[in-house]
């Protein structure tokens, strides 16, 4: 007869055994982009293992953002999700590198090219875009503005009217600070942006990112369930000019 210490090694040795034969997990990345007949069939949002094949068809453009970097898969054909990534994970680190959006940044801060510029963080907000806007702290909002050329100064006015705060861009300068005692930036606020010709440029939201969400994958599904698009579509051309830019 076993003791019961004997039987309860013998299980734990079982488990084990048991844990190592089965398969490692395999690795996820998200769908950031689709366009083409075969949208519907890979919407934004869908999770994809490394092993997955994925069939597309002529005119589809596919962008998965995994842990290794991001794919841009364009049909038509099948294509194995795990493939080498044309964009390193670098790229995305850099776009979403949260110390940019805790210090001021002086001088110009350009984009992907002049003639085009591309926010260059996730964390700044653009003020030509409405929507949800997701941050890991709404007493640091840095505000972004396309182009570099003059000074101009916008304002932002919480929808009831009782609060509003100036920023303005010098001449080449493209990000500013919001001075969060003008207009403390809340969950619950909405908020209206007015260029310097008085047009309304963008209606905003915030939500508050209570995680931090190193893995690519993770944070794209956030942006997702949060509704934070104008992020999510500006995170997936960004990587899908880098991966056009590299012969991808």
Known sequence: MFSDKIKARLGAIALAGAALALPLAAMAG??????????????VGTKLDDNASISLKAGDVVTVLTA???RVIKGAGTFRV??????????????????AATRVRTGAVRGEGDDNPTNPSLWYV???????????????????????EGTSTYSITDHAGSAQAEVTFDDTVTVAALDPARLPITEAGQYMVTAPDGATTAHINFVLLAEDYAAPDALAEALIAKGCTVQ????????????????G
């Open 68 to 70: 290794e970097g991001t």
């Open 232 to 247: 999510l579509e500006a995170l997936a051309s960004s990587l899908e000019a880098s991966a056009e830019a590299s012969g």
């Open 30 to 43: 998200v769908v950031v982009k689709s366009t083409g007949p075969s949208a519907t069939k890979y919407p």
């Open 82 to 99: 795990g493939d080498r990534p044309q964009v390193a994970a670098d790229r995305f680190a850099s776009l979403t590198r949260k110390r």
């Open 126 to 148: 653009d003020v030509t875009r409405s929507g949800t806007i997701c941050l890991y702290d709404l007493a640091t909002v840095r505000l972004w503005r396309p182009g570099t």
